[in-house]
């Protein structure tokens, strides 16, 4: 009789065995079945959208323009102007310096694409240079004329008045 009760007892135990993963093999198997666990999503949304607001930060407000003090202060001359083909083609307003007539000649001709620009000069000889950032000359700076920059302008213009 134990012969007959024991192959009952084995066609049990796989069925039993089916539901609980047994060897490392079906537990691997198991776990990857079930997907990720709710934490582990949560985990991975919270991730996404840290990186995605990291991504729209540095896009929006990278590489922002800073007017150099030093520069601004040391030009004879600071002016809003249009530029087309590397010339002055317009002043639009004059921020320091002795009133200039309509006409600003660059002797330097910067590869300046055409666009609105707030221009450090000095006067060099029977034209203007863009004045330079350092003693030695190197790298002559013009900066967009946006909102921002003419804000960052008058505050250091302002700035300037009120140590003098």
């Not at 796989?14 to 537990?27: G, I, K, Q, R, V």
Request: charged letters at 20%; hydrophobic letters at 45%; a neutral charge.
């Amino acid at each position: 009789m134990t012969r007959s009760s024991e192959p009952a007892r084995d066609a049990a135990e796989p069925a039993a065995s089916s539901s609980a993963p047994s060897t490392p093999a079906d537990l691997a198997a198991a776990r990857s079945n079930s997907g990720f666990p709710a934490l582990h999503r949560v985990v991975v949304v919270v991730s996404l959208c840290w990186l995605s607001l990291l991504f729209w930060m540095a896009a929006t407000s990278a590489n922002p323009v800073v007017l150099n003090a030093v520069q601004i202060l040391r030009a004879d001359y600071v002016v809003s102007a249009d530029v087309e083909g590397g010339e002055v083609k317009a002043i639009l307003k004059q921020w320091r310096g002795e009133r200039l007539n309509a006409a600003i000649t660059l002797l330097e001709r910067n590869a300046l694409p055409d666009g609105s620009y707030i221009l450090p000069l000095t006067r060099s000889g029977d034209g203007f240079v863009v004045t330079p950032i350092t003693a030695s000359g190197k790298s002559p700076t013009v900066y967009p004329d946006t909102d921002e920059t003419r804000t960052q302008l008058v505050a250091l213009l302002e700035q300037r008045q009120l140590k003098n």
